[in-house]
């Protein structure tokens, strides 16, 4: 039998990379799994919106600085 899941994963709001990338994961059945597995990978979250760690950098002041992205 095949059975329809939902899953879950998390794409940057900068440039489009997928957290599963280079992962073992292409998805997890839980939002939270997801949202741990990102933050565990240095992803950022502002506002509703996750950031790689390429998308985003800290100037001298820690101030937060989103890069401009290609996605």
């Given at each position: 039998m095949i059975k329809e899941?939902?899953?879950?994963?998390?794409?940057?709001?900068?440039?489009?990379k997928d957290v599963c990338d280079g992962t073992e994961?292409?998805?997890w059945?839980?939002?939270?799994y997801?949202?741990?597995?990102a933050i565990e990978d240095n992803w950022?979250?502002?506002d509703g919106n996750h950031y790689c760690p390429n998308c985003?950098?800290?100037?001298?002041?820690?101030?937060?600085?989103?890069?401009?992205?290609?996605?």
């Open positions: 899941v939902t899953m879950y994963t998390i794409l940057c709001d900068g440039c489009g994961y292409s998805a059945n839980d939002t939270s997801v949202v741990d597995s950022h979250v502002e985003f950098e800290y100037d001298d002041d820690d101030n937060l600085i989103i890069k401009g992205g290609n996605k």
